[in-house]
């Protein structure tokens, strides 16, 4: 009996255990919600594309249409896209500097059409296209083109950098190009100026840097052996074009800015390492961790 009577206690003991609900799996604590986790602000990073501004040409058929081009940059950061659409426009005005842009239009611009990248464009492609039918009322045969396009450069980190890239010929003997460099603080949401760069009172220093990047540039482009004469015809000027790259500060010149026509866009490069006492630190790069000295020592463990 006793036996019968222990028999049926263990069984209830073991359906009741059997009818317990089974604790839930604990999931891993989320990082996102442990305190003991620093949460890293996510670096800013410009992302965007080039549009083509849409602007109505005549119809025309063979090699001597002319050809006009502005491209806008649509980005994420509105700021950027604004100051580089009032640079467009600067840019068209000073190539088309020697045409009467409102005269060419057919109806006089309003206010504001001027404040409008798309309606503004039109006049100067209009002015585009009474400048080709002068030309060929000339029986010229040039194909005549200008072409505006803004591309990203460097995305993020302490500068991203867009460069507007500009080309156009317009009768003459040759055609003309440039480069103009914008860099910003994407935190700030800034412009960052070249001087903005520098360290307090390094102005003349850095002039002193890019003077003698420039007489080395006279000498290895071989247009001058003597840098000293070479500046009677072409003294030395500073530029605020600017661009940091891998190879140090970068001075992007204009055509005709230091030299002939025959040098093309030029550009004087100083390293990083001149720089150390003329940037501040942020702008200059990080230094490189030697992977071998943060390995631990290993005990000899040999007799």
């Not at 980005?75 to 950027?80: A, E, G, V």
């Not at 450069?153 to 003309?176: F, I, M």
């Not at 500046?231 to 140090?248: C, I, R, V």
């Amino acid at each position: 009996m006793k036996t019968v009577y222990r028999t049926s206690v263990l069984v209830a003991a073991m359906l009741l255990a059997a009818c317990q609900p089974k604790p839930e799996p604990q999931d891993a604590q989320d990082p996102a919600s442990d305190p003991t986790v620093v949460q890293q602000p996510a670096e800013p990073t410009l992302r965007g594309e080039t549009v083509k501004v849409q602007v109505s040409m005549p119809a025309c058929e063979g090699n001597t249409c002319p050809k006009f081009t502005v491209e806008r940059l649509q980005s994420n950061f509105p700021f950027i896209d604004q100051l580089l659409e009032k640079e467009i426009l600067t840019q068209l005005g000073q190539m088309l500097d020697l045409i009467d842009v409102e005269a060419a239009a057919s109806t006089a611009p309003t206010p504001q059409l001027k404040q409008n990248l798309d309606s503004q464009t039109q006049l100067y492609a209009n002015a585009v296209v009474q400048l080709d039918q002068e030309l060929k009322r000339l029986s010229s045969s040039h194909e005549i083109n200008l072409l505006i396009s803004p591309k990203i450069l460097q995305a993020e980190g302490n500068l991203a950098t867009v460069v507007l890239n500009s080309s156009s010929y317009l009768g003459g003997a040759h055609g003309s190009n440039a480069q103009r460099y914008y860099n910003f603080d994407l935190t700030r949401q800034k412009q960052v100026q070249l001087q903005d760069l520098l360290k307090p009172k390094q102005k003349a220093n850095l002039e002193k840097l890019a003077h003698e990047a420039f007489k080395t540039w006279v000498v290895d482009t071989k247009l001058a052996t003597d840098p000293a004469q070479y500046e009677q015809a072409w003294p030395f000027k500073m530029t605020d074009n600017y661009l940091l790259s891998e190879q140090g500060l970068i001075l992007q010149y204009a055509e005709y800015e230091i030299g002939p026509y025959v040098v093309g866009l030029p550009r004087l490069v100083i390293p990083f390492e001149q720089l150390q006492d003329i940037l501040k630190p942020e702008y200059l790069p990080k230094p490189k961790v030697d992977a071998t000295a943060t390995l631990a020592p290993v005990a000899n463990t040999s007799a």
